[in-house]
């Protein structure tokens, strides 16, 4: 393995054209280093474009190299997409938070990353350039090939940002998370929300689970249940219900069994959303 | 492998040093630098004991390669002790029955000590969230905990 640390994103395009296919792309490193890999790897992580968070052209625009500990400690994500704060700051421990990236955890394509997950709840979009300077926008959930396998192709493609539309008036976001302890352990099962309510209905809704999946994985059936129904005791049982119904999962020596993965689906996706209306409602309306 | 020249602040002082950039800091900083201070432990980023500060953050030396302290601040249990007195922190991990063995002490002290740099005043939850990639298998957490916020009430 050789390592290189760059400070331009031409750099790192160079760099990988250089390499042909033998170097890839790494920000924080923390899982990449562990493997020993027989490639370069080209550090952008003390790039501008890659550490920047801003709201530009009424989008969040995070750099993926930005820090768990950075996104989770950020005013404009703390405000506009609580999800992803509250995914960052449950991921492995305050160490691997301080150096791993939020890019980094989606190109890591781990099946129910915390901070993918908290991303495709917010319906993040991924800019990603590769060596010839294309480039492309394209959905988080949209970006996992197989199982641990990303479809971005790090020795011939960067991702530069993650971009979302902020929550506004009437929005909300939520992560939730359920494991055996509380730092350094695979999730159960995690779950995101993002809800738009108008005058006391839902109008939007995003839902998604893992692992049910090798992607984070939108409860698209669920979702449509929800739309036009009022926030009451029925719609939560509801969304238990259904979110328990539309996924398959399997049991799993690291995590639990298949009869109670499916339990906590229903459980913490629904308290994902409760927590997501409640804040939607703001401040003082639901008890947040 | 290509060595290349690192140049960082370690310990307050400029230090520049030809070393692997893929090499892990860790393996620097103990091989190459003679700093024994940080353990090396489980070398995945599980246990904490090689923890150090890197720009006044905790991270585990085990999981940095060298390269990336290029131009930054590196700070390790050797810079605690100031003129042969020991930090706050050492001396209530004594005080405080928070040290068995030992293996851990470094780690968890550094990890307390990014910490108390960040808040100088910490409730007992935010210190156990900052130890919490720390492993400890013998004198238990209580004894931690309560140094560390002995300590903050001294500094």
Redesign the interface.
């Known amino acids: ?5 760059v400070s331009n994103l031409d750099q790192v395009l160079t760099s990988l054209r250089d390499a042909s296919g033998k170097a890839r792309v790494v920000a924080g ?2 899982d990449l ?2 493997q020993d890999l027989p490639y370069g ?1 080209v ?1 952008l ?1 003390c790039l501008k474009e890659t550490t920047v968070i801003e709201e530009k052209d009424g989008l969040v625009n995070l750099g993926a190299a930005v820090t768990h ?1 950075a996104a989770a400690s950020s005013a404009l994500v703390l405000s506009k997409a609580k999800a992803l704060a509250e995914g960052c700051e449950v991921i ?5 938070r ?2 791993g990236t939020i890019g980094g955890n989606v190109v890591n394509a781990a099946p129910a990353a915390d901070a993918a997950v908290a991303l495709v709840g917010l319906g993040a979009e991924a800019v990603i350039i590769d060596i010839e300077g294309n480039k492309r926008n394209e959905a988080v959930e949209d970006l996992y090939w197989e199982y641990n396998r990303s479809s971005v192709d790090s020795t011939r493609e960067v991702m530069i940002s993650l971009q979302f539309k902020p929550c506004m008036d009437g929005e909300g976001s939520a992560f939730t998370r359920f494991a055996a302890r ?3 352990a695979l999730p159960m099962v995690n779950a995101a929300a993002r809800v738009k309510l108008e005058n006391g209905l839902i109008k939007e809704v995003r839902l998604v689970a893992a692992p049910v999946n090798p992607a984070p994985t939108r409860l698209v059936k669920t979702e449509e249940l929800l739309i036009g129904q009022p926030l009451n005791d029925h719609t939560m049982a509801m969304i238990e219900k259904a979110a328990a119904e539309e996924v398959e999962v399997r049991g799993s020596l690291l995590r639990c069994s298949a009869r109670y993965r499916l339990h906590l689906v229903g459980v913490m996706v629904a308290r994902a959303f409760k927590t997501a209306a409640a804040r939607a409602m703001g401040p003082g309306k639901a008890g947040e | ?2 060595k290349q020249v690192l140049i960082f602040q370690l310990n307050g002082e400029p230090v520049e040093i030809l070393s ?3 090499e ?1 800091l860790l393996t620097v900083l103990r091989e190459q630098l003679g700093l024994y201070g940080t353990k090396a432990g489980c070398g ?3 246990c ?1 004991a090689c ?1 150090v500060l ?1 720009d006044d ?4 030396s085990c ?6 302290v ?1 131009g930054r601040k590196v700070e390790t249990i050797e810079n605690l002790s100031q003129g042969g007195k020991v930090h706050p922190l050492q001396e209530e991990f004594v005080e405080k029955g928070a040290v068995q063995c030992g293996f851990c002490s470094p780690g968890m002290v550094m ?1 307390a000590y ?1 910490l108390l740099k960040e808040n100088p005043q910490p409730n007992p939850e935010k210190v156990k ?2 130890i ?3 492993l400890c298998r013998c004198s238990g957490y209580k004894q931690i905990e309560e140094a560390i916020l002995s300590a903050a009430k001294k500094m």
């Open positions: 393995m050789s390592y290189q640390l490193a923390t280093y562990l790897l550090d992580s500990t492995g421990s305050p160490q691997i301080n150096i509380r730092a350094l | 492998m290509k692997d950039p893929a892990s995945k980023g599980e904490g923890t890197l953050r905790a991270v585990n999981l940095v390669p060298a390269g990336k290029q990890s990014a969230v900052a919490s990639g720390n």
